[in-house]
C-alpha cells in the first residue's frame, strides 16, 4: 500500500498520482518528504544572515510574506525593523535582508512569486519585449515616454518626481 501525497503549503492529502494540490498548485510530496522540508525550513528560518544585502523596504507585513517565499525557495533571509519616531511622524523602518551571494536569486525568487500572484504583470511584462503598450497594445519606440495611442506613461523618471 502506497502512501498518500500532501501538499506542503495547505496539509490537503491526495492520492499518490496527483501531483500537484487543487487548492493552492504546491507540488505534492510524501509524508517523510514533508517532514525533511519542514526541518530544513525551520533551519533556514532561524540560520542568520551574516553579511546582508537589502532586498525590499516597506511593510513589516508585506516583508514577512516575501521572507516566507524566500524561506521556501531555500534562501537564507531575516527582517530588520528600525523603530519609526517617538513623535509618530513616520512608522518603522523595516528591511528584507539576505546575504549578497543570495540577493540575485532572491529577487528572481520574488518576481516570480509577483507573477504569480499578479499574473497581468506577465502578460504586461510579454508585451513590453515585444514592443507594444501593456495597456493597450499598440507599438511604442523604445524613446517613447508614453503610448501615442492611450496615453499610458511608459517611463517614470524619478528626477522629474522630486
Known sequence: MKLNKICPDC???YVPNI?????????????EELEK????????????????????????????????????????STVHCDPGCKKGC???????????EDLERAQQSIEEYFMEINPELRASNELIRE?????CGHPVGQNDRECPDCGLPLIINEEEEE
Open 11 to 13: 496539509g490537503a492529502e
Open 90 to 100: 513616520h512608522g518603522d523602518q523595516c528591511r528584507l535582508v539576505v546575504s549578497p
Open 37 to 76: 522540508a519542514q526541518e530544513e525550513k525551520e533551519r533556514l528560518m532561524e540560520k542568520a544572515v551574516e553579511k546582508e544585502a537589502v532586498v525590499r523596504e516597506g511593510d513589516l507585513d508585506w516583508l514577512s510574506e516575501l521572507r516566507t517565499v524566500l524561506i521556501d525557495a531555500g534562501i537564507p
Open 131 to 135: 514592443g507594444k503598450c501593456p495597456a
Open 19 to 31: 501531483e500537484k494540490c487543487s487548492d493552492c498548485g504546491r507540488v505534492l510530496i510524501f509524508p
